[in-house]
């Protein structure tokens, strides 16, 4: 639990389609192939949202009709997975984020 007035130290997300996912993850009867399906398609989803108030940047982008103002990530970002199970979450954050190192 966090101190007053400070952000939670836990989020719970309550999208819908999280919520749908995770509850076919927990189904028992979810076959292998697909249960590492979803834990792929969550850890997107989960990483989308944490990744939510990252701090960027502007740059300029040449574009095919000329130059626009894009952002980039400011900060570098870590991926430091929880052994066993965080493995396979970490290898989904890093489509979104390829150049992120991952530390054990």
């Keep these: 639990m966090s101190d007053a007035g ?11 389609i999280v919520q749908e996912k995770l509850t076919e993850l927990r189904e028992r009867t979810t076959p292998p192939p697909r ?3 979803l834990v792929r398609e969550l850890s997107w989803l989960l990483a989308y949202e944490a990744l939510a108030d990252a701090r960027t940047e502007g740059r300029t982008v040449k574009t095919p009709v000329g130059t626009a103002t894009g952002h980039v990530l400011a900060d570098r970002i870590g991926l430091v997975p929880i052994l066993r199970a965080g493995i396979g979450m970490a290898e989904a ?3 979104l984020l390829p150049a992120a190192p991952v530390w054990h």
């Design 93 to 95: 954050a890093l489509e």
């Design 6 to 16: 400070q952000e939670p130290l836990v989020f719970a997300s309550r999208h819908p």
């Design 35 to 37: 249960f590492r399906a």
